[in-house]
């Protein structure tokens, strides 16, 4: 028996900004910014809308493709670093409210980056212990939303989006779904991607920190580091444990923060970059969202068959990471 994605959904908003017009706001070039991360552009949530309404646009879709009726889901966990409100309540509970679903557990997952990843194997969990018969899995961001807009070092390389999955059991026995799921974090490295003001520590009516304090601030050369580094163990790891080789897997879907990291653990590991599915120069980095933007779109170009063998791979705050093996 597996827990396996019974359907898959995507939600970007249509807004876009190009490197061209970040150039007008912030001392940055389109050249840089391409060679630097391989971005092209960012879609970015209208005004009116929050990150609850991504999420349900991506999770109506996962829904309909699964085939269930939504009031069939009995879990649903949201990975997020930019949910409706800064986690009280956790932006699953008003996903729930929205999609109409009575009575299912909800509650947010902060794993940044890793979040989807994360997410998949809570689910997973969940289901194979019987616990729970469907569960939606969304990984959703409004970073534009807690971005300092005067800051290049951050502002060029965030996007906004959601992808959701919903499980399920799968009792047909052949091997579809989730197969294995590596997990862990470097906690020592917390302040290194982080949002300093609005928690216990700097509470927002508190006077001890700055303007900057209110959005993402990154180390970003320690974080690329850590990337680099922790993309060649998830991808070890998940093909030692399970006894094979890169040659078996279909396609790797890393993280989307920087092409240049994608392109170093293609080359520490020795593996064709073909092999790496990248979606960067569109969506830029969706944080929690990456890792689904980029599977959705691998199956709506119609490079993700059935019973393919997928490895995502993922990095982010924490500093979080994880990977999952999916035989789709
Ligand atoms: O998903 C969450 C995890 N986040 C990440 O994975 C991000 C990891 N880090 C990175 O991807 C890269 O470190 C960055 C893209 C953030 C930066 O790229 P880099 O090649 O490491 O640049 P750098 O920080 O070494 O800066 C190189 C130069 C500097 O100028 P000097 O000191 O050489 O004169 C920066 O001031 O580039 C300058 N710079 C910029 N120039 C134009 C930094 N940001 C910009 C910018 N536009 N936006």
């Known amino acids: 028996m597996t827990a396996e994605i019974l ?13 061209e017009e970040l150039s ?23 005004d009116d809308k929050t990150t609850s309404d991504m999420a349900v646009e991506a999770s109506k879709i996962a ?9 069939e889901i009995d879990f649903i966990i949201v990975a997020t670093a930019s949910g409706d409100y800064s986690n009280f309540p956790s932006t699953a509970c008003v996903v729930q409210s929205k999609l109409g679903i009575r ?11 890793t979040g989807f990843v994360y997410g998949l194997e809570m689910a997973r969990g969940l289901i194979l212990s019987g616990s729970m018969k469907k569960v939606l899995v969304i990984g959703v961001e409004a970073l534009s939303r807690i971005m300092n807009w005067k800051d ?28 294995d799921s590596f997990l862990g974090a470097e906690g020592d490295g917390f302040e ?32 690329y580091g850590f990337a680099v580094k922790i993309n060649e163990t998830i991808i070890n790891t998940l093909l030692q444990r399970n006894n094979i080789t890169v040659d078996d897997l ?3 879907v890393p993280h989307q923060a920087n092409i240049r990291i994608i392109q170093a653990a293609a080359s520490r590991l020795n593996i064709p970059i073909e092999k790496f599915f990248i979606v960067i120069e569109e969506y830029a980095n969706t944080s929690a969202a990456s890792i689904p933007i ?17 490895l995502t791979s993922g990095f982010g705050a924490g500093l979080t990471y994880g990977g999952n093996l999916i035989r789709w």
């Open 7 to 19: 359907g898959l959904g995507a939600y970007v908003p249509e807004r876009i900004i190009t490197n």
């Open 152 to 179: 290049r070092d951050t502002c060029v390389l965030f996007g906004d989006g959601a992808g959701a999955a919903v499980l399920g059991l799968n009792e047909s026995g052949d091997g579809r779904g989730i197969i």
């Open 250 to 252: 279909d396609r790797i």
């Open 192 to 223: 290194h991607l982080m949002r300093k003001a609005g928690g216990a520590k700097h509470p927002f009516h508190s006077n001890e920190y700055q303007e900057e304090d209110l959005y993402i601030s990154m180390n970003g050369r320690r974080v």
């Open 24 to 46: 007008e706001m912030v001392d940055t070039s389109d050249e840089w910014i391409r060679s630097h991360t391989g971005i092209g552009k960012r879609h970015i949530i209208a």
């Open 294 to 310: 980029a599977i959705n779109a691998m199956q709506e170009r119609g490079e993700l068959k059935k019973g393919d063998l997928i």
């Open 63 to 71: 829904i309909e493709k699964a085939g269930i009726d939504s009031s």
């Open 103 to 113: 009575n299912a557990g909800a509650v947010d997952i902060g794993a940044g980056c």
